[in-house]
């Protein structure tokens, strides 16, 4: 959307440009067919070199066009077309030919243009004893499969490179989203020992994020991040996150652990699918233990899973923990009426009917309104009753029977747990 916004409003420039009758120049001219290039609307682009209205960029931009989508025939027609207008293609021109034609596997246009490029002395001679220039210069315009054939014929040549070339290559796959190939990059730069600039380690735990989850991207991910190269948040809360919906569950929590390990705290949402994991079976110590780290980095979960997690603290009758749990939702303003009445029933549950109407109390004076409308009236009648001389007992028996059905829906301890004490 914001592309398609940035467009249309240099449409409306050029609009007023022609309207008011001002000159335009070859660079705007270059503009416009970088847009209608941007747009796909290669024929108008055409049109224009067709009615007299032509450069080298405009060349360079048609010509880049048809060598990404395959069309290499027109790619080198124009190119050829350039020399009847005096305009001599450069590296840039000849290198998007060369690299649409090892995209696309054109091994006789591979041979005629790296042919022609030698001989204008684009590239070096005496069979490209020396790789480092072309591919460092090839990675730096993002022609990245031609960089990759010169790397490849290093390999197979047996010809080293510099620890720059490397670099080039890597941050380029990463750039471009060529993750298997800046996967076999950074794998030969661990080998070698080849020292890596910063900026790559961060590129590529960005991208690398963007990947299926599997056992080699994982292992991947680990060893860069703990070189401190942490991916950003939401990316890396992304992969988390389909790590949880693919069922790497054990995976998902390594991930986790090692980030939280090194004080960084990813987007919120990938956390809350391991709570609900660990309390939904029934590994409500894993969820505590989470929170804990969670807590420590000043993060906190959305509401839904802070009520699954407070629902499954007190089925497993760990009254301090949810309490505790609770503190620090309130202390992070993240409390709703819905959270509110786990914990009055829980408490209900347990007996603990002083805690209870303390967070009931609570409750009513930040304005939340209970779930159920009779709710209210529920609980101030026994509290009346208790102020005209009632029974203690008798009240508690009466506040709970009269909570039972917040109790039932909230709390419903575990099988086989024996009924909570009398306090």
Known sequence: MKLKGEIKL????????????????????SLVARILCKQGKIENAVRLLNSGVYSAVIYNLIIEFYCKMGNLTAAIDLLNEMYSKNLTPGFSIYSSVLDGACQFGEVGVVEMITRDM?????????????YNPSIQKLCELGRTYAAEMFFERSLDEKIGLLDSSYWHLLRVFCKEGRVKEAMKIYRLIIERGI???????????????K?????????????????????????????IA???????????????????????????????????????????????????KMEKLGGSLDLSTYSILLTGLFKERKIDEAIRVF?????????????????????????????????????LKMGLKPREATYKRYVT???????????????????????????????????????????
Not at 10 to 29: H, P
Not at 220 to 230: C, E, H, M, Q
Request: proline share 5%.
């Open 242 to 292: 389909a790590q949880c919906s693919q069922g790497r569950w054990k995976e998902a929590e390594g991930t986790l652990n090692l980030i939280l390990e090194k004080g960084f705290l990813p987007d919120s949402f990938c956390c809350c699918s391991l709570i609900d994991y660990y309390c939904t079976n029934r590994k409500i110590d894993s969820a505590v233990e989470l929170h804990d």
């Open 327 to 363: 503190d620090y939702m309130r202390r992070r303003n993240v409390v709703s009426s819905g959270c509110f009445s786990i914990m009055i029933a829980g408490l209900c549950h347990e007996r603990e009917m002083r805690k209870a109407m303390k967070v009931h109390d609570e409750m």
């Open 118 to 130: 030698v001989s204008k002395e684009l590239l070096p001679g005496t069979s490209l004893s020396d």
């Open 10 to 29: 240099s449409w409306c420039f050029f609009a007023a440009i022609v309207r008011y009758g001002i000159s335009i120049d070859s660079f705007t001219w």
């Open 211 to 239: 990947e299926e989850p599997s056992e080699e991207v994982e292992s991947l991910l680990r060893d860069v991040i703990n070189k401190s190269f942490v991916p950003t948040g939401s990316d890396l809360a992304k992969f």
């Open 381 to 423: 009648f026994p509290i009346m009753c208790q102020g005209r001389g009632g029974s203690k007992s008798a009240l508690k028996a009466i506040l709970v029977a009269l909570l039972q059905p917040l109790i039932d829906e909230y709390v419903t301890p575990p099988d086989g747990a024996p009924p909570a004490p009398n306090r």
């Open 195 to 209: 020292t890596v600039n910063r900026n790559c380690y961060r590129s590529l735990a960005d991208v690398i994020c």
